[in-house]
Antibody
Framework: QVQLVQSGSELKKPGASVKVSCKAS????????MNWVRQAPGQGLEWMGW????????TYAQAFTGRFVFSLDTSVSTAYLQITSLKAEDTAVYYC????????????WGQGTLVTVSS | QSVLTQPPSVSAAPGQKVTISCSGS????????VSWYQQLPGTAPKLLIY???KRPSGIPDRFSGSKSGTSATLGIAGLQTGDEADYYC????????????FGGGTKLTVL
């Protein structure tokens, strides 16, 4: 069965960096893109972008250019989200979510990683 | 401001049926498949409906989806207290800002 297991919660100070991991199993990792979705406290889902797991090419939504980086380690079927120069407004739950099909919304989701940015 | 528009909340009694609407445009719902997700409190979203009206394995047939033009609807019949959750629609947007778009979410209360 498809599983996406994310790394644990993080507490960071403003200006620091964080790297969230998402380990996939139960399917061929390089056959489906991986999406990243942010959910701020009490808010809805916000698509951050996706990474082509075959080529490693990332695509970022407009609001997530500059400080956000998607990467892969295909040898361990893992996708990563790195956020640099953290701000208080980056406090949110971050989800990885497997592509269902080309140009489609995701099907399977990770359990989420809470990133808290506070001094 | 979400690209797709959902009502903030809906409510109904146990056993009743409720519908949740999702309105978009020709660049998203009008030309792409719609998915629906259920997010129980404190958990990750779970796929309920895909390709407008298909249910993944394990999703009861109490959940249904439909699409007409640039709008989609999620139906939940035989409401149970365990259905209390946030529900999101999602689809692909083929405009200049290509990518996945979600509705703002609808909080379902089972009275």
């Amino acid at each position: 069965q498809v599983q996406l297991v994310q790394s644990g919660s993080e507490l960071k100070k403003p200006g620091a960096s964080v790297k969230v991991s998402c380990k996939a199993s139960g399917y061929t990792f390089t056959s489906y893109a991986m999406n990243w979705v942010r959910q701020a406290p009490g808010q809805g889902l916000e698509w951050m972008g996706w990474i082509n797991t075959n080529t490693g090419n990332p695509t970022y939504a407009q609001a997530f250019t500059g400080r956000f980086v998607f990467s892969l380690d295909t040898s361990v079927s893992t996708a990563y989200l790195q956020i640099t120069s953290l701000k208080a407004e980056d406090t949110a739950v971050y989800y990885c979510a497997k592509e269902m099909a080309v140009a489609a919304s995701p099907d399977y989701w990770g359990q989420g990683t809470l990133v808290t940015v506070s001094s | 401001q979400s690209v797709l528009t959902q009502p903030p909340s809906v409510s109904a009694a146990p056993g009743q049926k409720v519908t949740i609407s999702c309105s978009g445009s020709s660049s998203n719902i009008g030309n792409n498949y719609v998915s629906w997700y259920q997010q129980l409190p404190g958990t990750a979203p779970k796929l309920l409906i895909y390709d407008n009206n298909k249910r993944p394995s394990g999703i009861p047939d109490r959940f249904s989806g439909s699409k007409s033009g640039t709008s989609a609807t999620l139906g939940i019949a035989g409401l149970q207290t365990g259905d209390e959750a946030d529900y999101y629609c999602g689809t692909w947007d083929s405009s200049l800002t290509t990518g996945v778009v979600f509705g703002g979410g609808t909080k379902l209360t089972v009275l």
